[in-house]
């Protein structure tokens, strides 16, 4: 059976345009209950640990440093079938493959300054989820 939670972060590019609001007025919108919520700057160490899993993917090294560019938001989401509704609400991870009213549709700049996260199985959000909070967080 599909989980109720999933990890997500609004990324540095979308923080510095000023698009938080609007994106998590969108979240709330499409029926996403925030659980846990936090800004925070990554250091570069922070940002290849949270995304090794691609550590060898040539886009890597760029990623590292555009995650560590400047603040996020990472919010822990609560909804019936959360990971994949998410992902549907959010969109292609390449703004060029977005469906219209997606958030990286939207926001998004480029494949890698897309705006937001969203965590793909029921077990990386749990995963991704405790990377950034406590279990006294999480709510
Ligand atoms: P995200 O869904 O957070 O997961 C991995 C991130 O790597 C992705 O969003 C993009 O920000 C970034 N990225 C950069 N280049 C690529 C690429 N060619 N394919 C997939 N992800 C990429």
Same mark, same amino acid.
């Given at each position: 059976?599909?989980?109720?939670?999933?990890?997500?972060?609004?990324? !540095?590019?979308? =923080? %510095?345009?000023?698009?938080?609001?609007?994106?998590?007025?969108?979240? /709330?919108? &499409?029926?996403? %209950?925030?659980?846990?919520?936090?800004?925070?700057?990554?250091?570069?160490?922070?940002?290849?640990?949270?995304?090794?899993?691609?550590?060898?993917? !040539? *886009?890597?090294?760029?990623?590292v440093k555009?995650?560590?560019?400047?603040?996020?938001?990472?919010?822990?989401?609560?909804?019936?079938?959360?990971?994949?509704?998410?992902?549907? *609400?959010?969109?292609?991870?390449?703004? &060029?493959?977005? %469906?219209?009213?997606?958030?990286?549709?939207?926001?998004a700049?480029?494949? /890698?300054?897309? &705006?937001?996260?969203?965590?793909?199985?029921?077990?990386?959000?749990?995963?991704?989820?405790?990377? =950034?909070f406590?279990?006294l967080?999480?709510?």
């Amino acid at each position: 059976m599909a989980g109720t939670k999933t990890f997500t972060m609004i990324k !540095p590019d979308a =923080f %510095a345009d000023g698009n938080s609001g609007a994106i998590i007025k969108m979240i /709330e919108e &499409a029926g996403f %209950a925030i659980k846990a919520m936090k800004l925070v700057r990554l250091t570069a160490e922070n940002a290849g640990g949270f995304y090794a899993v691609h550590k060898e993917r !040539p *886009f890597y090294g760029d990623l590292v440093k555009y995650m560590s560019s400047g603040p996020i938001i990472a919010m822990i989401l609560e909804k019936e079938n959360a990971v994949e509704d998410f992902r549907k *609400f959010i969109g292609a991870t390449n703004p &060029a493959e977005a %469906a219209e009213g997606t958030v990286r549709k939207l926001f998004a700049k480029s494949i /890698e300054a897309n &705006a937001i996260h969203g965590s793909d199985s029921d077990e990386n959000a749990a995963i991704e989820g405790s990377f =950034f909070f406590s279990e006294l967080e999480k709510h």
